[in-house]
C-alpha cells in the first residue's frame, strides 16, 4: 500500500468502528495528512469509498496538481456540502471536537439539517500517531537542518550576542537550508530566564549560566523538535550537577524505553533519577510527547498518560529537565522512534556539557 491507500484504510476502519458515514475535516494536520496539500483554510468531507476536498480561489490550483489522486478538488460551494449530503444520503457525519469551533459546528448543522453529527475524538491522532518511512524520512531531514544551525552556531556564538539573535541565527540557518519554516516559536533563553521551560527569548545580552535552546525545522510539514542546553561562561560545581542529572535521567529513559512499555513508566524511570538526586519538585512536565504534523501530538509520555502503552510507530521525545525558580533551568532533548526493528534515536548531536 502506498501512503494514501495506507491513510484511507486506517480512517475508513476507524470510520465504521464509530459508525460515522462521513467525516468533515478541517484541523489543517488532518487535512494535510488526507490530502496530502497543505491549506490551513480548506476543509473535506470524506465517505467511506470518497473524498471531496475543497480549497477556495487562493489554493484551488495548487490542490488539482498536489492532492492525493483519490480526492476530488472542489472549489467552496460547487458543489456544496449540502449537495454532497442529499445525493450520498449521509446522515452521521464526523466532525473534529478538538478543531471545529462552536460557531462552525453550529453553521455546519444549519446547512446540514437532518444529519447526526459526532465527535470524533482522538480518531485522527490516533491514526496519525503511527508513523510511516516516508514521515520519518521527513522528520530527520528536518533534524539534520536543526542539527546543523547548533552546530554553525557554536562557531559563532559571543558573548555580545542577545538571545534574540541567538533565535535569529538558528532559524536563518534552518530557512537558508531548506527548512519549510521554525517547528514553533524558537527558545533560546539564558541565566535566569532559563528557569522558564518555555522562556520568551529576550533583546538582552546572554547571561552567563545555562543557555537552553528548544528548537525544530520543517520538511513536508513534518516537524522536528530539540532541546540542548550549554554554558555561558564556566559552569560551577552546582550547574555540573544539575547538568549530569538531567543527562543521566535522558539517558536512563532512552534506555529504556521501547514498544510495548507504559508510557508512563518511561516518564517515571527519568522523574525518579531526577527526584532521588534531590531535585523534587523542579521537573514539572511531561518527559515527553508525540512529534509529526503537530509539534505536540499523541502519544504522551507522561505520568498523566494513563493505561497507554508505547506502539510501534510512534515517534516521540525524551526531554527531561531541572528547573530551579530565580536560578537556572536545564533540559535535554531527543526523539526517539520506535519502529519495527527497534528505538532509533533521530537525534544525532552532542550531550557532553559545552562550556563558551
Ligand atoms: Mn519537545
Avoid at 197 to 220: C, Q, S
Avoid at 225 to 241: L, P, V, Y
Wanted: aromatic fraction near 10%.
Amino acid at each position: 500500500m502506498n501512503i494514501m491507500e495506507i491513510r484511507y484504510k486506517r480512517l475508513r476502519d476507524a470510520m465504521a468502528e464509530k459508525g460515522l458515514d462521513a467525516v468533515y475535516v478541517n484541523a489543517p494536520e488532518n487535512y494535510l495528512y488526507m490530502s496530502h496539500f497543505d491549506n490551513p483554510d480548506g476543509y473535506m468531507l470524506i465517505t467511506k469509498d470518497k473524498s471531496w476536498l475543497f480549497a477556495d480561489f487562493r489554493y484551488f490550483e495548487a490542490a488539482k496538481l498536489e492532492a492525493f489522486s483519490c480526492c476530488t478538488v472542489c472549489e467552496p460551494r460547487k458543489p456544496g456540502l449540502s449537495e454532497i449530503v442529499n445525493e450520498y444520503n449521509l446522515k452521521t457525519i464526523g466532525y473534529e471536537d478538538q478543531a471545529l469551533t462552536c460557531y462552525e459546528l453550529y453553521s455546519l448543522k444549519q446547512q446540514l439539517t437532518g444529519c447526526d453529527f459526532v465527535p470524533t475524538g482522538n480518531m485522527f491522532s490516533s491514526i496519525r500517531a503511527s508513523k510511516t518511512p516516508e514521515e520519518i524520512e521527513a522528520v530527520v531531514k528536518a533534524q539534520r537542518i536543526a542539527e546543523g544551525a547548533f552546530r554553525h552556531l557554536l562557531t559563532m556564538i559571543h558573548y555580545d550576542m542577545t538571545e534574540t539573535d541567538v533565535v535569529a541565527e538558528l532559524e536563518y540557518y534552518m530557512k537558508k537550508n531548506g527548512s519549510e519554516k521554525p517547528s514553533f516559536d524558537t527558545i533560546a533563553v539564558s541565566g535566569a530566564q532559563s528557569s522558564r521551560p518555555h522562556g520568551v527569548p529576550r533583546p538582552v545580552k546572554l547571561e552567563k549560566g545555562f543557555l537552553t535552546m528548544d528548537y525544530g525545522a520543517m520538511i513536508n510539514g513534518y516537524h522536528s523538535d530539540m532541546t540542548r542546553t550549554i554554558c555561558i561562561g564556566k559552569a560551577d560545581a552546582d550547574m555540573k550537577k544539575v547538568y549530569d542529572t538531567v543527562l543521566k535521567a535522558q539517558l536512563a529513559a532512552l534506555e529504556y524505553v521501547e514498544a510495548g512499555k507504559p508510557n508512563k513508566d518511561v516518564d517515571k524511570v527519568a522523574r525518579d533519577i531526577i527526584h532521588s538526586a534531590g531535585y523534587e519538585g523542579c521537573f514539572g512536565h511531561g518527559l515527553g510527547h508525540g512529534v509529526g504534523l503537530l509539534i505536540h501530538e499523541d502519544p504522551r509520555v507522561s505520568s498523566g498518560a494513563g493505561d497507554a502503552v508505547l506502539q510501534v510507530g510512534e515517534l516521540i521525545t525524551i526531554e527531561p529537565g531541572i528547573y530551579i525558580e530565580g536560578k537556572y533551568g536545564c533540559r535535554i532533548e531527543d526523539m526517539v522512534y520506535l519502529s519495527e526493528n527497534g528505538k532509533q534515536n533521530l537525534t544525532d548531536c552532542p550531550k557532553e556539557l559545552i562550556e563558551i
